[in-house]
């Protein structure tokens, strides 16, 4: 058989284990943003209720995000000493444990088991945020970022799942308000157990375990730098908004079925543009699809201080969502230029520990802001890091043309990762 004939056959194949891949990462976004949902939406007002001060209503979610920030490299040695798979596998395990142990809390009236169980629930979605990086192992250079946001797309159900298995079943066991939610979101996670145990990847080859280059030299180059910071206030700014908006509606006299019908409209926004986002990257390049998601960030911040109507919240969440999904997938697109195969694990691992980490010191002064200062100023702080990516980012751009033009000029070609 010819050269090309095997090269090609190789090629079709991988393309075929990859697009198999997106299926099961895709059904088990969905499943882990179902759990998610959950935590989001009823995390501060359980909190408001078992907490001995209203002040710390919002700490349940920020030890939520505590945990996505601690699990990110732990994820990544994992997955490069074991194989991706393992380390899914292992997160869905925690995620039955969140449930499990978030119903108990209740059904006790422990704020600290409470806190606990969200823990484990961050340490889980820690493990799910890698999904996305996940689906682009293997695939070519121009499906990487339509795989990215395939799989991301699989949050459009959690937008539906979670937020109506909220309102099924949070008044199931009276008074305890949302223990039975917690019971069934275990179940759900044993679900995804099923589906990422399918998952067609292999371990590492003992050739990628100390290959490539050291992560100081990776991670100081200007397009992480930019990938990184974007990443880093997309995803915290959008998360602090998400965070305090169910208390904030409910300080507000809105009603539960209020704040969980923005919840899963906001969970629809993030998602649901991942049908097209990747082929807007594809066409657009991902800077400006970055910086078009922090400009919505920037606006649903703005239309979150313009009033405080359950349409005003609404709206704030959905603008909110879609500006997130764009910035963010966005800037992990432009993590997967920075770094070769052999490198991805631990450099992928690294861009969400400091994205998480961010999350973490930012999330635990979201209550405290919204209890002393209020609503309005949880929207005023958005903009500050907004300017700040959008600057950064323009500038790296700029350099990166410059150096295209100066190599077109030298008859040299850009540097390959």
């Not at 142990?101 to 009236?109: E, K, M, Q, T, V």
């Not at 949050?155 to 109506?164: E, H, K, M, R, T």
């Not at 200007?222 to 990938?227: C, L, S």
């Not at 230029?337 to 450099?347: C, F, I």
Request: charged content about 10%.
């Amino acid at each position: 058989m010819p050269m090309l004939d095997v090269t090609s056959a190789n090629q079709i194949a991988a393309d075929a284990r990859v697009r198999a891949n997106v299926v099961r990462l895709a059904a088990a976004q969905a499943l882990t943003g179902a759990n998610s949902a959950v935590i989001f939406a009823t995390g501060a007002i359980v909190g408001a209720t078992l907490a001995p001060d209203m002040s710390f209503a919002t700490v349940p979610i920020s030890m939520y995000v505590v945990g996505l920030a601690a699990g990110t490299l732990p994820t990544g040695a994992i997955s490069r000493r074991f194989g991706r798979r393992a380390a899914f596998v292992i997160g869905t395990g925690l995620g039955a444990l969140t449930g499990l142990l978030g119903s108990f809390a209740i059904l006790h009236g422990s704020f600290a088991l409470f806190c606990i169980a969200t823990f484990l629930g961050g340490l889980y979605g820690s493990v799910a945020q890698s999904y996305r990086f996940a689906a682009a192992d293997g695939a070519s250079v121009a499906y990487r970022p339509k795989a990215v946001s395939w799989v991301m797309a699989g949050g459009v159900f959690a937008g539906v799942l979670g937020p109506q298995l909220v309102q099924w079943t949070m008044d199931v066991w009276q008074p305890y308000l949302f223990a039975f939610s917690f019971l069934v979101q275990a179940a759900v996670a044993l679900v995804a157990m099923g589906i990422v145990a399918g998952v067609d990847m292999p371990k590492p080859a003992p050739a990628d375990l100390h290959g490539g280059r050291p992560l100081l030299t990776i991670v100081t180059q200007p397009r992480f730098i930019a990938a990184a910071l974007c990443g880093v206030i997309s995803y915290p700014m959008m998360n602090l908004v998400m965070t305090s908006a169910p208390l904030a509606m409910k300080l507000c006299g809105l009603s539960v079925s209020d704040s969980n019908f923005g919840i899963q409209w906001h969970i629809v926004a993030m998602y649901g543009p991942s049908f097209f986002t990747g082929a807007l990257i594809a066409r657009f390049g991902a800077p400006k699809i970055v910086a078009a998601g922090l400009l919505l960030e920037a606006g649903a911040a703005t239309i979150g201080l313009s009033g405080l109507t359950a349409m005003h919240f609404w709206a704030t969440l959905i603008v909110l969502g879609v500006g997130w999904n764009f910035s963010f997938i966005g800037a992990s697109a432009l993590v997967l230029e920075t770094h070769r195969p052999q490198e991805r694990n631990k450099v992928q691992a690294f861009n969400d520990f400091l994205v998480f980490g961010m999350m973490a010191i930012g999330s635990f002064s979201s209550g405290q802001l919204l209890a002393n200062y209020g609503w309005s100023a949880v929207n005023m702080v958005v903009f500050p890091p907004v300017v700040l990516g959008l600057a950064v980012l323009s500038l790296v751009s700029w350099a990166r043309r410059r150096k295209a033009r100066l190599d077109a000029a030298m008859g040299e070609f850009p540097d390959a990762v």
